[in-house]
């Protein structure tokens, strides 16, 4: 079975002005597509977004799904914490991310700011914060999870 870590990076939701909804729908939905996963770690943003990367990392998940903290406001840093820890960028995850936001109309979709890519044989992707943006993510990488871990472990690619 394969496990994941999810990382709810809100200052918001960390000091808890609301409830943390995106990343209870991240943890749900990896339990339904079979993988080990605790509940959300909830942190502010900036520096504790990346300390929560590094423990992620250094525990040798297979997956960890960040959302929040990749809009353009002045505390989303979610981008910038994640890259430097990445060995690999996977730049069409972003955009396919992305694309289902701007097709329904919802311009601010094209402002997500989100980086995904390979630290070690962990795949990391930043997803929006928003319950909307991460059903759409949620849509978008249910086809293509198993397979990208497959190939970050040296699979073959289908014939």
């Given at each position: 079975m394969?496990?994941?870590?999810?990382?709810?990076?809100?200052?918001r939701?960390a000091s808890?002005?609301?409830?943390?909804t995106s990343?209870?729908l991240?943890a749900?939905?990896?339990?339904?597509?079979?993988?080990?996963?605790?509940?959300?770690?909830?942190?502010?943003?900036g520096?504790?977004?990346?300390e929560a990367?590094?423990?992620a990392?250094?525990?040798?998940v297979?997956l960890v799904?960040?959302?929040?903290?990749?809009?353009?406001?002045?505390t989303?840093?979610t981008?910038?914490?994640?890259?430097p820890?990445?060995?690999?960028?996977?730049?069409?995850?972003?955009?396919?991310?992305?694309a289902?936001?701007?097709?329904?109309?919802?311009?601010g979709a094209?402002?997500?700011?989100?980086?995904?890519?390979?630290?070690d044989?962990?795949?990391?992707?930043?997803l929006?914060g928003?319950?909307?943006?991460v059903?759409d993510?949620?849509?978008?990488l249910?086809p293509?999870?198993?397979?990208?871990?497959d190939?970050i472990r040296?699979?073959?690619?289908?014939?």
């Amino acid at each position: 079975m394969p496990d994941a870590v999810v990382i709810t990076c809100s200052t918001r939701a960390a000091s808890g002005v609301y409830p943390d909804t995106s990343g209870q729908l991240l943890a749900s939905a990896l339990r339904e597509w079979g993988f080990a996963v605790a509940e959300p770690v909830v942190v502010a943003d900036g520096a504790p977004v990346g300390e929560a990367l590094r423990a992620a990392l250094a525990s040798g998940v297979d997956l960890v799904l960040t959302t929040g903290g990749t809009g353009l406001n002045p505390t989303d840093r979610t981008p910038e914490e994640t890259a430097p820890l990445l060995d690999r960028l996977v730049p069409g995850i972003p955009e396919a991310l992305r694309a289902p936001g701007v097709a329904k109309g919802i311009p601010g979709a094209m402002l997500s700011r989100g980086v995904a890519g390979v630290a070690d044989r962990t795949l990391v992707i930043n997803l929006p914060g928003s319950s909307g943006g991460v059903k759409d993510a949620l849509a978008v990488l249910a086809p293509v999870i198993a397979h990208a871990l497959d190939q970050i472990r040296g699979g073959d690619h289908p014939r």
